[in-house]
Nanobody, 121 residues
Framework: DVQLQAYGGGLVQAGGSLRLSCAVS????????IGWFRQAPGKEREGVSC????????YYADSVKGRFTISSDNAKNTVYLQMNNLKLEDTAVYYC??????????????WGHGTLVTVSS
């Protein structure tokens, strides 16, 4: 079974940094994409960033460009989301998810549980 486990959330002051990790297991495909999504209270879930496992292609939502960096350690089957210069509006539950097709990374096939990121003033 495909499993994705996101961790690394926590409480951070505005302007600070956090790194989220997504451990992936059970994937039988050599090529897939991992995406990070978030959902703030009262808001719809938003696709934040994606990375292709095979060629490293990346995608960022405009709201996080220049502040967040997604990366992949294929040997560890782990994808990271480095979040810098965090803002109050980044507060959300963050999820990682997997897509068989990179082109559909914002419409993933598998979801993991979320990790809460709280940015305080």
């Amino acid at each position: 079974d495909v499993q994705l486990q996101a961790y690394g959330g926590g409480l951070v002051q505005a302007g600070g940094s956090l790194r989220l990790s997504c451990a992936v297991s059970g994937f039988t495909f050599d090529d897939y994409a991992i995406g990070w999504f978030r959902q703030a209270p009262g808001k719809e879930r938003e696709g934040v960033s994606c990375i292709s496992r095979s060629d490293g292609n990346t995608y960022y939502a405009d709201s996080v460009k220049g502040r967040f960096t997604i990366s992949s350690d294929n040997a560890k089957n782990t994808v990271y989301l480095q979040m810098n210069n965090l803002k109050l509006e980044d507060t959300a539950v963050y999820y990682c998810a997997a897509s068989i097709d990179w082109r559909l990374c914002l419409r993933p096939d598998y979801w993991g549980h979320g990790t809460l990121v709280t940015v305080s003033s």
